[in-house]
């Protein structure tokens, strides 16, 4: 069956550095895009980052570009968000995300909190 474990998440300085990781099984990993998506508390979830089957195109949303990295490694079934310069604000919990043909699927989340 499909899964999507993400790691890597935890409590950070603001302006501190944070990667987390997702891994992937259950599918052909790199024939599909992957995406993170974060939700923090109180509101809805959104698009973060996303990164093509090849690793070629990446997508952020505004508020994370130019900090925010995405990548993958596809020998490894595992795809990777960097987190750079944090503020309080991307704190949320983070999930990573696939579109298979059949249906869309969702990690367990990894809480990332940025406080002083």
């Known amino acids: 069956q499909v899964q999507l474990v993400e790691s890597g998440g935890g409590l950070v300085q603001p302006g501190g550095s944070l990667r987390l990781s997702c891994a992937a099984s259950?599918?052909?990993?790199?024939?599909?895009?992957m995406r993170w998506y974060r939700q923090a508390p109180g509101k809805e979830r959104e698009f973060v980052a996303a990164?093509?089957?090849?690793?070629?195109?990446?997508n952020f949303a505004d508020s994370v570009k130019g900090r925010f990295t995405i990548s993958r490694d596809n020998a490894k079934n595992t795809f990777y968000l960097q987190m750079n310069s944090l503020k309080l604000e991307d704190t949320a919990v983070y999930y990573c995300?696939?579109?298979?043909?059949?249906?869309?699927?969702w990690g367990q989340g990894t809480q990332v909190t940025v406080s002083s």
């Open positions: 990164v093509t089957s090849t690793n070629e195109f990446t």
């Open positions: 259950g599918f052909i990993f790199s024939a599909y895009a």
């Open positions: 995300n696939v579109f298979l043909p059949e249906r869309e699927y």
